[in-house]
């Protein structure tokens, strides 16, 4: 039976900016759409060129991706015609493959919020989408409001949507921009566009969170006909944000009726990589990934209730409606047991330590880890702190030197210019066997831009450590992820640190103080163990 | 037009506490429910007496409660009587008005983790659900499984609630228990069940977010003619959560076709608590609320595109699905680099600075805002420090004081004792007027804890105001946020502060630098400047 194709849309970049606190960088919107790419789907809009200087700046250099590339923008001003319309300028000189206009479909946003007729809306829509087309660009109209739109004037939206058509534009794309359509409703509409005459190969559907229903909305869209898919990774968006593709990819893929119904461009293989994807974007962001969240969630597959965990070790299809591995995640059972044992035990495997299956160092090494997730450090994302915990434990840990103290000291005040310059100063005082070595470094760079205390601290520590010199002399700190969270009932600051040595190896480590200096410090001082452990061979 | 009653079965206390990680005392039980009571659910689900001793210190002084507080239990084993079940007598033992028992309905699992004949577990599902109507309950039965029981054997899993039907029972109810099942299938098994002769007015759902789909499911159950939906507050429940009454109830009151065809027992007044109790179930917990959460996240009502945003100031209705003020929630307009001049004006008037829409000092302020932007500051989350700008642009900011220059020590070393422990120490030079105050302070609390070198930084700064010290003695810093962002092409520390006063007024200011001490101290300068705008009535 051969499948229908199914076209996912990503709006991450352009959407999901619109969430509350969000602003991505020219980079991390280049990360993401790699990402994406990777994943499979088909469209990235990468946000509305013009409109602000980092969309400019990520479209002047927009990575080259198998997805479509689509910069967003709105339908030409009344008044005035396509080709002189400064903003559809803008978007246009993006040079993307495809482009995405939003414009108007229901009577009342024409005349509250345009203040034109209904004729020159229409007018404008369908010059606007002409004008891209003769530009040689793939278009697709994003109809705002349509679902109210349809509601209060169905004939108008539907010519709204006809105009585009005939203009040429590739996708209609069915907008429920305030988020307030309920499902069935969706359902209904849908088969009505359709039945009045546009297919629904042609029609997209773009839906909001504001009822908690944008996810199922995408589903009754498709249901009822549509083939493409609006959404971001995770959810983000305006208000209550977009339909979570994280969400929608895996229930396509893996649930009927979808499942035997579509072809998507995400692959087996890709859907194993969504997890990761996921926390990579909530990384960039610096949001605490949310346990509950479906399919991704740490707690998606935890099974706390007593019955469910003794059912699950029984038949893990009797509480699992798919295998965790399918999207690259892993089911988590009361560490106490059996499971957590042989969960650590392969992940110390991975690191290269074989331990028994009966060691009870193993129970205690559980023990610890979860004493010390309680004071606020999180495993997770610090696999090399991990393994040197578990070596301590194992005595598979050498102490290859000891810090005695440091001091930083971070000073503000004005320069001779009677500019106020900042300046960071870090003394550090190391053991190494029987001899003490006395390091001091400031914070500045070449360029005389001061670098922060930590920073000072990190030179200060890596500038002299005898034998050890060399095999750290090709390290550096490639990212710095600074959060306060809960040690016990105190407020603490966790410090997690990406290390990469010339080799190109990269390696997270993790630090916790009610101290930011010293929490950064304890994951600095991990981050130069596990590199020594690494290249000194140590026995396993 | 008579609307038809729907039932509201809250499970926060049963079902929610299967959440990872979360553990209520009987006392927060009872504080949830008298919440939930004054919200206006018909029943409250309390906890299983007798499986672990909160859940029956709560139930030995169970609040009086106009909804139905309920029991949760499982049917009697198979082999003996419901009588000398001792489960079943603990759950009885608790004397509330209503019992609810979960039972098997799926051949598989009756077979697989029961291990019994599929006639046995009738007799104990019918046996159970008598013996709770005898001692005078109004009994309801769970039916675990139901979708997936129904999928395998149709005729099997309806004799099931048939039994507990014959046997007495008020309510069945259907629950996809894994929450693998999607809406459209929902609605059609519902719709079948009904037509096999159970009338929908004893039927309930119980649904499971494992595929975003849980609030979706439970309307598409009403729609099929469901009368009792099962949820929690904010979606806790097992792995990915139960389906979320703080989404479902606002849209069964105020959306349609819902709010015409239905009548719950919680009333309009009711209603624009939600925010409230939503808000005290996170204080319970210590969780952060989800910003993005329908009706109630803070961010539900927060209009970020320029676009919208101008639209909003034309007519509310043309962004937002329903008044946030009917749930208790408030429209936000925040600013950010897409927003236009109308967003500023709204977002200036909020914080009492009123602008011509002419005035050109907008753009200049606009311009700013993006500059910063690109540098790493983020005003979304940071209200104080852009009114702060803002006045300073407009010529509204006196200069209360200076800070002429500071140092801070961080230092770690051994103690008498021979133990490893910190402490940082900050000298901070202010000048106010012609008058020059220098004041140092530790890091230390009452208890000799050290808090890092910006506690120390806070206390020296806020020590010598010497006018200004009344204003600010009541501050604190509640709340801080770190992370590294791109400043241009260096990477630069974004920290966030978050104070509160005595009057219990919360603001956010945001400081940027490389280095984390300058960016938090910059966040703190701001947080005593906006308190000090504030409090001395600056003139607008």
């Known amino acids: ?5 199914l076209y996912l849309f990503d709006t991450t970049l352009r959407d999901g900016q619109q969430t509350q606190g969000v602003q991505f960088s020219a980079l ?37 991706t198998r997805a479509t590339m689509t910069a967003f923008g709105m339908t030409k001003r009344v008044g005035r015609s396509a080709e002189n319309d400064d903003v559809l300028a803008a978007v246009l000189d993006a040079r993307t493959p495809a482009v995405c206009l ?28 002409a004008h891209c087309v003769a530009k040689g660009r793939e278009a697709l109209f994003d ?49 009505e566009v359709i039945a009045a005459g546009i297919p629904g190969d042609r029609l997209g559907i773009h839906c909001h969170d504001d009822t908690g229903n944008a996810v199922a909305n995408s589903l009754a869209a498709v249901e009822a006909g549509c083939r493409q898919i609006q959404g971001t ?55 605490v990934p949310l346990r509950s969240a479906p399919y991704v969630g740490a707690s998606a597959f935890a099974h706390k209730a007593g019955l469910h965990a003794s059912a699950i070790l029984k038949d893990p299809t009797t509480y699992e409606h798919i295998p965790p591995e399918s999207v690259g ?16 035990r392969a992940r110390l495997a991975s690191a290269g330590i074989e331990v028994e299956a009966k060691d009870r160092r193993l129970g205690r090494i559980l023990e610890i880890i979860k004493e010390r997730e309680d004071q606020g450090y999180a495993y997770d994302g610090a696999q090399a702190s ?41 003394v550090v005082v190391v053991k190494i066997g029987e001899r003490k070595a006395m390091s001091v470094s400031d914070s500045m760079d070449e360029t005389g831009q001061d670098h922060g205390p930590v920073n000072a601290l990190s030179k200060a520590l890596a500038k002299d450590l005898g034998p050890y010199q060399a095999c750290i002399d090709d390290m550096k700190l490639v990212d710095f992820k600074v959060r306060i969270t809960n040690g016990g009932t105190e407020a603490v600051t966790r410090v997690i640190i990406d290390s990469e040595d010339g080799q ?33 061979q140590v026995p396993e």
Chains 1, 2 share one sequence.
């Not at 039976?1 to 194709?5: I, K, L, N, V």
């Not at 004037?153 to 988020?179: H, I, M």
């Open 1 to 5: 039976m051969t499948r229908e194709r």
């Open 28 to 64: 991390e919107k280049r990360q993401i759409a790699e990402n994406l790419d990777a994943l499979g789907v088909d469209y990235i809009e990468g946000g509305w060129p013009g409109a602000n200087p980092t969309d400019s700046e990520f479209f002047a250099a927009a990575p080259k």
């Open 102 to 129: 939003v414009g108007k479909t229901h009577d009342f946003h024409v005349n509250t919020a345009l203040g034109c007729t209904l004729e020159e809306n229409l007018e404008s829509i369908g010059a606007s989408v």
């Open 143 to 191: 109809a705002e409001h349509f679902f109210d739109g349809y509601k209060a004037n169905p004939d108008y939206a539907v010519s709204c949507l006809k105009a585009a058509q005939e203009a040429g534009a590739r996708w209609l794309v069915l907008c429920d921009t305030n988020g307030g359509t309920l499902p069935s409703e969706v359902g209904r509409i849908v088969a």
């Open 233 to 287: 990774l995770n959810g983000l968006g305006e208000r209550c944000g977009n339909a979570n593709l994280t969400t929608l990819i895996p229930t396509l893929l893996l649930k009927e009726p979808f499942r035997s119904a579509f072809e998507t461009g995400v692959s087996e293989a890709g859907l194993t990589q969504l997890l990761k994807i996921s926390r990579t974007l909530d990384d960039i962001l610096n949001r």
């Open 329 to 344: 995640n892993a089911r988590v059972i009361p560490m106490s047991n059996q499971a957590g044992q042989s969960n650590l």
């Open 386 to 426: 991990f393994e040197l915990l578990a070596r301590r434990e194992l005595g598979l840990l050498p102490q290859f030197f000891e810090v005695k103290r440091y001091r930083v000291t971070v000073e503000r005040r004005k320069n001779k210019y009677n500019e106020m310059v900042s300046l960071s100063e870090a």
């Open 504 to 536: 190109g190896r990269r390696w997270q480590t993790v630090g916790v103080s009610a101290n930011i200096v010293d929490a950064s410090f304890e994951a600095l001082l991990d981050a130069i163990t596990w590199k020594l452990v690494r290249d000194r």
